[in-house]
């Protein structure tokens, strides 16, 4: 009866083990993909990072102070489609400034309506549309929230 007994918690013993490796091997595992799906969603962000726009004022040659939008691409490949939508006064349709293309490294600059000077204060970020060298079309809103978009 001994032996009996021995046995039985051997197997016991032996079944609470394969379970409990097996559920460590299953927690271990789902930790691994959302390891892999976070450093994929790293990269696939990494050039739309890079990526910003704002409003500040600039004085001509002449003195007179004006306000351009500018958009810089910090990153090593170009991004396309660049949109910046500009908000209207209530009952007026609002516009949108199309860019184009913004090589890598480098800021473009266009100009801003003339009637935000009145309210300028200091440079601020604006909202920006665009799509990454990979094809994927990103929005970063005034707060700098950088969201892919649906095409």
Do not use: C
Request: no cysteine.
């Amino acid at each position: 009866m001994d032996s009996d007994w021995v046995s039985a918690a051997a197997d016991v013993f032996s079944a609470v083990g394969t379970v409990g490796a097996f559920g460590t091997g299953f927690v271990l595992l789902r930790r691994e993909h959302r390891r892999d799906a976070d450093r994929e969603e790293e990269a696939l962000r990494a050039q739309a990072a890079r990526v910003s726009a704002w409003v500040e004022a600039y004085s001509r040659p002449d003195g007179v102070r004006e306000l351009a939008l500018h958009v810089h691409n910090a990153s090593d490949m170009p991004i396309y489609e660049v949109e910046l939508p500009l908000p209207a006064p209530v009952g007026e349709e609002s516009r949108t400034e199309f860019i184009g293309l913004v090589p890598p490294s480098q800021t473009v600059r266009r100009a801003a309506p003339r009637e935000w000077l009145r309210s300028y204060v200091e440079p601020e970020p604006v909202e920006i549309g665009f799509l990454d060298s990979a094809g994927h079309q990103w929005s970063r809103d005034e707060q700098g929230k950088l969201v892919r978009a649906n095409r």
